[in-house]
């Protein structure tokens, strides 16, 4: 006799404001608990909480903004590969004042109640080896790492595509990355575009990070591209069922930016993907 595959659970899929950056936050919240999540993953952008203006005032907008929607933070992901923000630098001065910054990302995400700091590797300068790009990225995972584990909070490492960054593509790359850092409360982020881009799949994931592997943005793409589901031809639904069949108990979430369109229409991107997610994962448990 055959088994249905196993399936996640709705109750590990978290909201996010990725592809909002042009609404006021409430409406972000009010979204987000409209389609039923309780938790969210904050990307630190501008106007809602970037690096650069999260003063008191800001913050404890944010924090009223949740609790008067019900909402949590699970994880805090400052923006850090579009602004002049780069851990891996190879001038001095750029590379201290981000390494300051992300201790400041730490001390926000405590005070937002996150579990967990969201972190990538940087970048270095195109025309050195690049193996002194890894050097500095793994002794500022290290600092960051180390500050944000005063103050209880994991870190998360996420690869980013070459595009992106000189450092740390494939999930043996992170897995390299992470033994250098060393730092026993940093997890690791499995995008799906970013594992289809690399040739990787959820199997070496799995095997690679086990438990340490936490959390898992669920995007489409052709490879490339960070789709809703449905506008590339990723086998999204294959990759749940790997994970479930795994005993994943991580988070997911969305991170549709595509070309810049959904940010137009935010609330029908995220819409598409809650549709198309739904069909795959279990129902989410409701308190009796």
């Not at 630190?44 to 650069?52: F, Q, T, Y």
Request: net charge negative; with cysteine; glycine share 8%.
């Amino acid at each position: 006799m055959t088994h249905p595959p196993r399936r996640l659970s709705a109750d590990q899929l978290i909201g996010a404001n990725f592809s909002f950056q042009h609404y006021p936050f409430r409406e972000v919240a009010r979204v987000m608990q409209g389609f039923g999540v309780t938790e969210i993953e904050l990307w630190g952008i501008a106007p809602h909480l970037d690096l650069h203006h999260a003063g008191p005032a800001r913050i404890a907008e944010v924090k009223q903004v949740l609790a008067d929607h019900g909402l949590t933070v699970r994880c805090f992901t400052p923006e850090q590969v579009l602004y002049p923000i780069n851990i891996a630098s190879g001038d001095d001065a750029y590379r201290q004042a981000s390494i300051d910054l992300f201790r400041r990302a730490a001390d926000i995400a405590a005070e937002l109640g996150a579990r967990h700091l969201f972190l990538t590797p940087g970048r270095g300068f195109e025309n050195e080896p690049a193996e002194r790009a890894w050097d500095r990225s793994a002794e500022a995972l290290g600092l960051i790492a180390a500050h944000a584990a005063d103050l209880g909070l994991r870190c998360l490492l996420e690869p980013l595509q070459r595009r992106e960054s000189n450092i740390a593509h494939s999930a043996a790359d992170l897995r390299r990355l992470l033994d250098r850092v060393g730092a026993e409360t940093m997890d690791v982020v499995l995008d799906t575009v970013a594992m289809a881009c690399a040739g990787d799949s959820v199997a070496e994931y799995v095997a690679l990070f086990g438990d340490r592997l936490a959390h898992v943005h669920v995007v489409d793409g052709t490879p490339a591209g960070h789709l809703v589901w449905g506008d590339g031809s990723l086998p999204l639904a294959g990759y749940l069922t790997e994970l479930a069949e795994a005993d994943y108990r991580g988070a997911l979430s969305f991170e549709p930016f595509g070309d810049g369109s959904y940010a137009l229409d935010p609330v029908t991107a995220w819409s598409r993907n809650m549709q198309a997610i739904a069909p795959h994962i279990e129902p989410r448990k409701v308190s009796a």
